[in-house]
């Protein structure tokens, strides 16, 4: 019985995951070309095809969807044990905070995979969204990292990748033609909200708070009830939202920004740079979601 290599498993499950090979490509830093053939290759192992290509994208098969549930328990496994051997002396603990938006979204995956490889490694996450907030954290010592959207061109802290906020609405509730427009924001603080509502006073239009929530999970669900319009970045639109074009007043771009504290310990430190060369964090505006 032939062995199936690790970084086979690794490709599969990022274009599993992401459903389409050039994506896929860019996370992996490869060429097109180059996970097809190691699709291929994967496929002739398993002597089962994995993936149906099609003119937008790929969707798995049943033979594929079997071998995505295996291939994530495997590749923890098998980075759990690396991590326990490699890494044992990376100790200590990592405060980060952040926003909702990026804990329940992009970073999942990449704090999985920070755990499995440094186990040894105490790490404690904050949410809030409150960007300035999370960032005075690190400043009075209070946190090691801050991962937040900030204003474009802002001063402090590592800029990661720009994006542009955006109005959306539910597809089947054109709740942006009411007047007052209906907001489904985040509390007073958040750097959205301020935009949005000063965006919309400059222009006059009236709006009134329909729904306020601190988690994202919690908005997104009421504008998809149609209960009202909410802000987000582009790259983090998903089924069941439709942008709002030209209707509204425009919002300004935003930066995935890093802040750092000082004398931060190595595991702080390896963190930091797994974020930074993360492909999660290496794009624009004009880019997928991520």
Known sequence: MADIPIPLMRTFVVVADTLNLTTAASRLHRAPSTISMQLNRLEALVTAPLLERGQYG??????????????HQLLSLHDRILGSFQNANITGKVRLGTHDLYATR???PLLEAYMLSYPEAWLEVTCDHRPHYLASLVNEGQLDLALVEMPAL???????CRDQLIWVRAETHPVHQRTPLPLVLFPEGCYYRETATRAL?????PYRVAFTSHSRGGVLAAVKAGIGVGITPRTTVEEGLVIIEGELPSLPQTDTTLFIADNVNEATT?????????PLFQRDSRNGPA
């Not at 790929?58 to 291939?71: D, I, K, M, S």
């Not at 006073?201 to 239009?205: I, P």
């Not at 390896?270 to 993360?278: E, F, G, H, V």
């Open 270 to 278: 390896l963190l930091a740079q797994t974020i930074k060369r993360s």
């Open 154 to 160: 802002s001063d402090g802290g590592l800029r990661l």
């Open 58 to 71: 790929v969707r798995l098969t049943a033979a594929g969807e079997q071998l995505r549930t295996h291939a």
């Open 106 to 108: 992009a970073l999942t």
């Open 201 to 205: 006073q400059l222009s006059d239009r």
